[in-house]
């Protein structure tokens, strides 16, 4: 990938820049997963079960919520290492809320948090999902 365009430079002109991107696809019969890329999927993925978790408590059906959310969380669970421990978080975040929600002990506050996990994940709001987690986890 080629893009050219023309920029100000830091003394006020114009100038001409040409920046190129390799891209590559593996040709193989098994292709080749990018763990980056199967993790913004889980996270879209997440943000999914998230919204049809709050529908399903919205008809007051607190145990299809649970399962939805709990079956998010397994998926995710039996995802390769390198994203399940990129994922760890929001496994923990989607069993804990799943348990809430089997109790019928899901306030509006966690419906609240719930909804802005799913817009972050499905805007791509990283820098905000650090901040908005409940689940605090130990740096190692």
């Known amino acids: ?37 199967r993790r913004e999927m889980m996270l879209l993925g997440a943000a999914k079960a998230r919204r049809e978790a709050l529908t399903l408590r919205d008809r007051g059906d607190f145990g299809g919520a649970s399962a939805v959310l709990g ?24 069993r804990a809320l799943s348990a809430k929600m089997g109790s019928a002990d899901f306030t509006l506050a966690d419906a609240k948090y719930a909804a802005q996990r799913a817009y972050n994940a499905s805007r791509g709001k990283r820098a905000y999902e650090a901040k908005l987690s409940r689940v605090r986890r130990k740096r190692t």
């Open 1 to 37: 990938v080629t893009v050219s365009a023309y920029v100000l430079a830091a003394d006020g002109g114009i100038e001409h820049q040409v920046v190129r991107i390799p891209v590559a696809a593996p040709l193989s019969r098994d292709g080749h997963a990018e763990p980056e890329v």
């Open 71 to 94: 079956t998010m969380a397994e998926t995710l669970a039996a995802a390769p290492p390198m994203v399940r421990e990129a994922m760890a978080e929001q496994i923990d975040d989607l």
